[in-house]
């Protein structure tokens, strides 16, 4: 006898269903992070490894080959490895959960296919085994400090503020990736390419006072636009941010917002789908 569960009427976010499933979302994170580097020669170095070769090229081509200058807290030179590595913790975050997330849902095919549970805690789970890697680059982040001797500013008090809009925005862009790659799955194709593409048009490795002002509007609706400022921001200083970055803030509240609404409508046919 077959016993169907229906998810959870509503178009919003149910947390107290997500927290009756705490434990598998728990299991599934462990899952993740056990099985990420499994049967590689380097294993878990490859966490070291991915952001080490994205901070050389790009500060290559921004700092080496554009010579592009870059400023920090009182308007002193900041080592380009340092601004972009402060850059780079953001972006690193947010790629890796749309990377993950993007086909979460499809890789639990049998998993969705034959119990129930909110389908919402597998891009989450992606959210969370990406800690990892953000840590790392934080590490790394501290070392580059160390070795160049540019002490963090002032601001990085409000670092984690820029941290938890860099955690929606990567749950965003999850959440809408996990959904359209179940009806289209010409989004695992295109993921990659947004990628590549993010990575240079996000100031990384270069200031968005570099944009033309007439390019601005369009620049920061990019939603990792403002949270890479942000967050280098609070890391070393500079130049007070951009107001037109809470463009790309509300850009990030909307995707979540609307991310969220259309996950619960994919949810409920989500196994005929698949």
């Not at 919003?12 to 580097?37: A, C, H, M, P, S």
């Not at 890479?228 to 790309?248: H, T």
Request: charged letters at 10%; proline letters at 6%.
């Amino acid at each position: 006898m077959k016993i169907i569960i229906k998810p959870s009427s509503g178009a919003g976010l149910n947390l107290r269903e997500l927290f009756q499933y705490k434990e598998l979302l728990w299991t599934l994170t462990y899952k993740d992070i056990r099985v990420k580097y499994a049967q590689t020669i380097i294993g878990f170095l490859w966490a070291v490894v991915n952001p080490l070769f994205s901070l050389v090229i790009l500060s290559f081509v921004f700092g080496t080959v554009a010579n592009v200058a870059v400023e920090g807290a009182g308007g002193e030179p900041v080592p380009h490895i340092v601004y972009t590595i402060a850059g780079l913790c953001g972006w690193q975050y947010f790629s890796e959960v749309l990377s993950q997330a993007g086909t979460s849902i499809i890789g639990a095919q049998n998993m969705v296919k034959k119990i129930y549970f909110p389908r919402l805690i597998i891009p989450l789970s992606k959210a969370i085994t990406a800690f990892i890697d953000f840590a790392v680059v934080i590490i790394i982040m501290i070392i580059c400090m160390i070795i160049y001797q540019y002490p963090p500013s002032s601001n990085i008090v409000y670092f984690p503020l820029f941290f938890l809009i860099a955690v929606i925005s990567g749950l965003a862009a999850g959440i809408w990736m996990s959904a359209l790659t179940i009806r289209f799955r010409d989004f695992k194709h295109i993921t990659p390419l947004l990628l590549r593409v993010g990575m240079f048009a996000t100031p990384i490795a270069y200031p968005a006072s570099s944009v033309p002002e007439k390019y601005q509007m369009f620049f920061y609706m990019n939603p990792m636009a403002g949270v890479v400022e942000g967050m280098r921001w609070s890391i070393v200083g500079g130049p007070d941010l951009n107001p037109m970055a809470y463009m790309s803030f509300g850009v990030i509240i909307i995707l979540f917002i609307f991310g969220l609404l259309y996950f619960r409508r994919v949810e409920t046919v989500m196994a005929d789908i698949l």
